[in-house]
């Protein structure tokens, strides 16, 4: 009796000791990094004396005190990278967490504009990390975008290139049209649906995620997909860095950066400057660019990010060439670009604001902004053209959430009003009259204005039926209206002024997890794509009243899957997809074009990715991949000038991509990847009468890296891309017609071998 007398004393007055000495806490918040969102059942542990909690829905954590002092505090979540930080009693504490480059399941993802774990996307959404963006050398987004299934990223040159996904936009003759994309939500789709994401510097570039197919009810027109860009995110201190990358055929590439972070504020500021002499003739490259960003939260209820974009780019244009010239000497240029030594050359600017508020603990609100400025001069061989755009609009958005039935409801709604104005004017061009000195500008040919502004309204639902079940739907409304006005001092004028039909995109996807990493989903939604400037007017320049968007439904069932402890990740998507008024782009004279709707096209395919840590928990990591596409694209019902092409491949898609590529690092630093893909040959014409061969690629990149004193780091890396040294089509302009007796022009020849070599210092203060 007296010994548990004793005991009782003695846990009692320990109890007291602890809660008057000791019984203070330290609380704080998890956070995603890439987009700011809680991050629930985060695991939170002290390392001095292992007390440990889990994160609520709200990314909120509370820790009990045991001792005086500061304790290390680790927190940890399945696909992002632990982190640790020193806290006292009484701090509140934000982490944010970087995606990890495995298990990417419980990543969080805003494909739809609210933030769900990929696991629980009723869709595919690929993600690029950091990583995957090193691989290279960095001067084109191409080889990563390859890597996408489904996606394939044609590229002449370093500024001409065109992205097209599950085979949407590949008839756009030169650049990407039909695919919209966002960087930090400033849009970098033009009013007239052209897209340049290989404006952004990929060291700017946390992560990217690609939505395929129509399957996003929140952003409006964009047939084939969406494209996210997300803005380098600094690692919670104080760097600079500076990186430096030279290469073959003058391949020069510099990127100095500073990153101030602090625990309410984060800085970053970017140059960077890109020159290449080229491989081909009139093959030039020089791009400089100035980012800054930054992002600040005055409280845990709000964050404020701000956007400033600068681009300089001069870029000469050997344009494509016949198959002679491509087999014989890939090199050259096509022979008027040469003799006009055809550029394009423009400023750029954007600037963008986005404010976040929690206005309670279940209302969210996301209000963005943004300007745009674009000068522009283009000698070409036919006529020279100067260009200038203003755009600006806002997005605003508001997310609510409950509960109906004890399970998780979120409601979205929001719009997005767009609105630019493009000048251009065209003026003759007399190289021919002063042989060896280049483009000269004559006499004006035409001088327009076009404003095009649209609005897109959006709603939608998310909900959590079950446990296993999940709901997605929601709808778009879009309406475009355009003006011509016509500056051209002459007795016709063209102006006008045109408003496309009010299109309704509905969309509707669910999930079911069969059990713990296994889970499997299907949707079916509608999406549409309005036509570009060139489309929407005659040959005359008069409007063209008759053209109307593409538009199109998809239907998609696919799985998602963790094997063995999560070390083999899986992938499998089937899909459908039905568009009708295709867009074809007529030729009516060299490199002119008038947009007709023609018919109907049949996008059917399979999509598989595989990911595997084959060697893990030990000095070093192994991490195989595979993604492969197979795609079945043919016209359905497809009548143009009168040949009825119904029946035949779709006109610049590969019949196949496969990709395999291995990663391995290690802890002493070193670190090997290399990629071996596989492309299939393109239907270079409507008739099918002519193919581009299929290729091989294999690149290589090694390299080595050293931290000292947790402040100094180097990185030393060497590659080799296109090791076979393959003679193949990187690009090609489809329906090619030769005028004046020449041969049609097919071909954008691909780099041969070509080295680099990098070095990258980084000092954290």
């Not at 000497?329 to 040469?338: E, K, L, T, V």
């Amino acid at each position: 009796m007296k010994y548990f007398l004793i005991t009782d004393i003695i846990l009692l007055m320990q109890w007291f000791f602890y809660s008057c000495s000791f019984g203070q806490t330290i609380s704080g918040q998890v956070l995603d990094a890439t987009h700011n969102e809680p991050l629930p059942n985060a695991s939170v542990i002290t390392l001095d004396d292992n007390t440990c909690t889990i994160t609520d829905e709200k990314g909120y954590f509370t820790l009990q005190m045991l001792h005086n002092g500061s304790v290390t505090i680790q927190i940890s979540h399945l696909g992002y990278i632990s982190e640790k930080k020193h806290a006292r009693a009484g701090d509140f504490v934000k982490f944010t967490l970087k995606t990890s480059e495995t298990n990417l399941r419980e990543v969080i993802v805003k494909s739809s504009q609210v933030a769900e774990a990929y696991s629980e996307v009723p869709g595919v959404v690929n993600l690029i990390t950091r990583k995957q963006l090193r691989q290279n050398n960095e001067a084109s987004p191409a080889p990563v975008f390859n890597q996408i299934p489904g996606v394939y990223m044609h590229s002449g040159s370093l500024n001409t290139n065109r992205i097209t996904i599950r085979g949407v936009g590949a008839r756009t003759p030169y650049g990407t049209n039909k695919v919209r994309a966002y960087y930090d939500d400033i849009p970098l789709t033009s009013g007239e649906g052209e897209t340049t994401v290989e404006d952004i510097d990929l060291a700017a570039i946390q992560r990217i995620e690609v939505i395929k197919g129509p399957s996003s009810s929140v952003y409006g027109s964009g047939l084939g997909g969406t494209i996210n860009l997300t803005s380098l995110q600094a690692d919670n201190k104080n760097t600079l860095s500076s990186k430096s990358t030279i290469g073959s055929y003058g391949f020069f590439r510099t990127n100095s950066r500073a990153e101030l972070a602090g625990e309410h504020n984060q800085l970053n500021l970017m140059y960077s400057t890109t020159h290449t002499d080229g491989y081909r003739q009139n093959s030039e490259y020089d791009r400089r660019s100035f980012i800054f960003t930054s992002k600040s939260s005055p409280n845990p209820h709000t964050m404020i990010s701000v956007l400033g974009l600068y681009t300089h780019l001069k870029a000469y244009i050997p344009s494509s060439i016949n198959e002679e010239t491509f087999k014989t000497s890939p090199s050259s240029a096509a022979i008027n670009w040469y003799q006009a030594q055809g550029y394009e050359m423009y400023n750029k600017a954007n600037v963008g604001i986005s404010y976040h508020s929690d206005i309670t603990s279940n209302l969210k609100s996301t209000t963005s902004t943004f300007l745009t400025f674009r000068n522009a001069d283009e000698p070409r061989p036919f006529n020279i053209l100067k260009e200038s755009t203003v755009a600006t609009g806002l997005r605003s958005k508001l997310m609510w959430d409950t509960k109906v039935l004890q399970r998780e409801m979120t409601w979205s709604a929001g719009f997005e009003y767009f609105s630019d104005w493009y000048q251009w004017s065209t003026y003759e061009n007399q190289y021919k009259q002063y042989p060896g000195t280049g483009s000269r500008p004559g006499s004006i040919l035409s001088d327009n204005k076009e404003h095009r502004y649209y609005y897109n309204l959006f709603a939608q639902l998310d909900w959590t039926i079950t446990q296993k079940l999940s709901l997605q739907t929601g709808i778009n409304n879009n309406k475009t209206t355009y003006e011509l006005i016509d500056l051209y001092a002459d007795s016709l004028d063209q102006s006008g002024k045109y408003s496309f039909n009010t299109t309704w995109s509905p969309r509707v996807g669910i999930v079911y997890h069969i059990k713990n990493g296994h889970s499997i989903y299907t949707s079916v939604s509608h999406g549409f794509s309005p036509p570009s400037v060139a489309e929407t007017l005659t040959p005359e320049g008069s409007i063209n009243t008759n053209i109307q968007p593409e538009s199109g439904w998809n239907y998609e069932i696919g799985s998602k899957d963790s094997w063995l402890n999560d070390r083999l990740y899986t992938e499998l998507s089937v899909y459908r997809m039905n568009i009708k008024n295709l867009l074809v782009a007529q030729r009516t004279g060299p490199d002119t074009y008038v947009g007709v709707n023609a018919g109907k096209t049949l996008h059917q395919g399979l999509e598989i990715l595989i990911h595997m840590d084959l060697v893990k928990n030990s000095p070093w990591t192994v991490r195989p991949f595979l993604s492969a596409t197979l795609m079945d694209y043919r016209f359905d019902d497809f009548i143009s000038e009168e040949i009825d092409y119904s029946g035949n491949d779709l006109t610049g898609v590969p019949s196949h991509v496969f990709n395999f590529g291995i990663d391995v690092d290690s802890e002493i630093g070193l670190y090997i990847y290399g990629n071996y893909q596989s492309t299939g040959d393109i239907p270079l014409n409507d008739a099918n009468s002519l193919y581009s061969n299929s290729y091989s690629l294999i690149n290589l990149k090694t390299g080595y890296k050293r931290r000292f004193q947790e402040s100094f780091q180097f990185d030393i890396s060497m590659g080799v891309n296109n090791l076979l040294d393959e003679n193949y089509a990187s690009m090609v302009l489809v329906n090619a017609v030769g005028f004046g007796g020449s041969a049609p022009r097919y071909y954008y020849p691909g780099l041969p071998r070509n080295y680099y070599i990098a070095l990258e210092l980084s000092y954290n203060f």
